[in-house]
């Protein structure tokens, strides 16, 4: 897909570093180590074959602007006697199919270079636009080649406009230099430097085959990996995504210093940085120009859309930017609270699962709920999960913890089919009263885990989009943080190493969590989720686990475990299950009532990018707010069940 969306803190260095060190023997090798950790296959198959010629394509021609259908159509949809041949060939540490796939870029990039020299004074299509390159298919003919080109030269001549008359005049001169300078990464001059390059394409394409989660990492990649890992990276935190006339914004990082200053919006976009124009540059150059020193500045020339239908505009706009650090695992805790009645409504919102020698989102939690009884009446806990990408699995079973008595709350299966639980064996609530988890698109992962699994005991009613994100497998890296310094010059690899589950048994993978109150944000109408990704792996469940018999416990320190554990273990609840139909109904009425709601849920539906205006009507958080509304009925509920209990009956 054309249209990369990757955050400007998770930049990989694709082909602008030197090949690894790889010889035809390693990367047989590393094949064979990708293979035995991961969960679902363990050796190279036909169907890992097509696969790995696919992404190999995609690899080399992202744009599909060099090669022909009938040129690439023997690799896309390769014979069996082809995928048979290759599948022996590789066993024996010969590549040549795809030393042939990539030979047929020699000829597709001179017959590029014509196309480009004989379209340069050809007047440019008009209204092109990015949304027009979505899901491309390889061109049929070289005229459709052609049509294709000039109208990816026509939305970057429409950035282009936005410039003075000097840096316009070189505008397409830069485009130009970069794609030659790409073209000579592709087909370095030297054999050995080639056959390299070929290497560590086939690791990464066939460790991508397995599924979209695993990767090979060039030494360049691993490092820039880690630094993420690290967290050592300045830049604004934001995602990005190549629109070809430019970069669009379409996150803002919490706590990163975009959103911190108010000055970028979701949709911006970025045509130049530092006044340097970034538009037809590769994604990971424009990266790097944004990312600086920590507390330098950094200047982006964005396009911004004011208006609607006919008095709809762009203006250019020059916004500063202080960099600083962008924190994705560990960023901070949000507390805040909302008055009700003779008390108040806590508000948690928890953006990572993290935890170093100060501090983890667990003991925050506790503490802030502390807290909030301390200096409150604390009627109920809103935890707010949007936006939350995963993190630390010990932490996601902790924060668990803080909300149910004793029992396992996430089950791991790994690639040996062992399956092992991870429990709460503390038993102490920090709270027990009524909850809510709240939840979007983007929640994944562990926070897919505390969601589900307050859900499975009936402990929290998960409010928000009609699913989370759909995580449900761990990886394991090869290179640990540690050794940050050690990276091997022959490449690291990410593999998926198993999946995860709930007590109920069920997995998150690919159908994320289903709220039992479906309440639409921002996000609702964008195709989010691992379900969209390349090869996902399959959802499966096992057993559920509510009863505990410690059968993956060893023997000899089961007794031992049974004396601390097999008391106030957690049941499930049906605390909130009277109250249900009501929440839905009332909740139902209140966002087809509010007009404003309305508004929103229509902006958000019509296309699927985020418009201003759909953000505009998102600033309130109405999704937040309408999920308060349910917490102040729950409220009442149980407080008039409550009451109607404690009344002396009638004689």
């Known amino acids: 897909m054309l249209l990369r969306i990757i955050g400007v803190v998770v930049a990989l260095l694709l082909m602008s570093a030197k090949p690894p060190e790889l010889s035809p023997r390693d990367t047989r090798i590393k094949i064979q180590e990708i293979l035995k950790a991961h969960v679902n296959y363990h050796e190279l198959s036909a169907e890992l074959i097509a696969r790995a010629f696919n992404n190999y394509l995609e690899e080399v021609d992202p744009g599909k602007t060099y090669f022909l259908k009938d040129e690439v159509l023997k690799w896309m949809e390769p014979s069996a006697e082809l995928l048979e041949a290759t599948l022996e060939n590789m066993k024996g540490e010969n590549y040549s199919q795809f030393n042939a796939l990539h030979e047929a870029l020699v000829p597709a990039i001179e017959r590029r270079n014509e196309i480009e020299r004989r379209i340069a004074n050809t007047p440019l299509p008009q209204n092109i636009q990015p949304s027009d390159f979505k899901d491309l298919d390889w061109a049929e003919s070289e005229e459709v080649l052609e049509e294709r080109i000039l109208s990816i030269r026509s939305l970057q001549m429409d950035a282009a406009e936005r410039f003075e008359d000097e840096i316009k005049g070189q505008f397409m001169q830069r485009i130009e230099k970069r794609r030659i300078k790409r073209q000579d990464e592709l087909l370095p001059p030297s054999s050995n430097a080639r056959q390299k390059l070929v290497l560590s394409l086939v690791l990464k394409s066939v460790s991508c085959a397995l599924d979209s989660q695993t990767n090979y990492f060039t030494p360049a ?33 919490e706590g990163g210093p975009a959103k911190e200053g108010n000055k970028l919006r979701v949709n911006d976009r970025i045509i130049a940085v530092n006044h340097e124009p970034v538009v037809g540059m590769d994604i990971i150059e424009a990266v790097e120009l944004i990312r600086g020193p920590k507390g ?35 960023t901070r805790m949000e507390k805040n609270y909302e008055p009700f009645g003779d008390g108040v409504i806590g508000i948690i919102h928890l953006y990572s699962f993290y935890q170093d020698s100060q501090t983890s989102s667990a003991s925050d939690i506790q503490a802030a709920i502390q807290k909030l009884k301390a200096d409150h009446n604390l009627k109920g806990v809103i935890l707010d999960l949007r936006n939350n990408a995963g993190g630390l699995l010990p932490q996601a079973v902790a924060v668990t913890g803080l909300f149910i008595k004793k029992g396992i709350v996430v089950s791991v299966k790994d690639n040996t089919g062992q399956v092992q639980h991870l429990r709460n064996i503390d038993g102490k609530l920090v709270w027990d009263g009524p909850l809510l988890v709240l939840t979007n698109k983007t929640s994944a992962s562990a926070a897919e885990i505390v969601a589900q699994t307050l859900q499975d005991y009936g402990r929290a009613i998960v409010i928000g989009d009609e699913t989370t994100y759909g995580k449900g497998t761990f990886q394991t890296f090869t290179l640990e943080s540690a050794n940050y310094g050690k990276i091997n010059p022959k490449g690291e690899f990410k593999v998926t190493r198993g999946r995860y589950y709930t007590v109920s048994g069920k997995s998150p993978q690919l159908v994320g969590v289903h709220p039992d109150i479906v309440v639409p944000g921002l996000y609702s109408e964008l195709e989010i989720g691992e379900k969209y990704s390349k090869y996902p792996l399959e959802n499966e469940a096992i057993e559920a686990n509510f009863v505990d018999d410690l059968s993956d416990v060893p023997p000899i320190h089961r007794n031992q475990i049974i004396r601390l554990y097999k008391f106030n273990l957690q049941t499930i609840l049906n605390t909130y299950t009277p109250y249900m139909e009501i929440l839905k109904k009332n909740s139902m009425r209140r966002i ?60």
């Open 221 to 253: 990649e691993a490092n820039q990996f880690m630094i993420q890992v690290q967290q050592r990276l300045f830049g604004i935190g934001a995602q990005l995504r190549d629109d070809l006339n430019g970069f669009t914004l379409v996150r803002l990082l």
């Open 296 to 330: 330098s500045f950094v200047t982006l020339t964005i396009l911004r859309e004011f208006g609607e239908g006919d008095n709809k505009r762009e203006e250019k706009l020059d916004i500063e930017i202080t960099r600083g650090e962008v924190v994705l695992t560990e």
């Open 592 to 651: 087809e009532q509010n007009k404003n709601y309305q508004n929103f849920i229509k902006e958000i539906s019509k296309k699927d990018t985020l418009s201003e205006t759909a953000e505009s009507y998102g600033l309130s958080d109405l999704q937040l707010i309408e999920t308060s509304n349910i917490m102040k009925d729950l409220i009442l509920l149980m407080q008039e069940e409550e009451m109607q209990m404690s009344a002396p009956s009638a004689a």
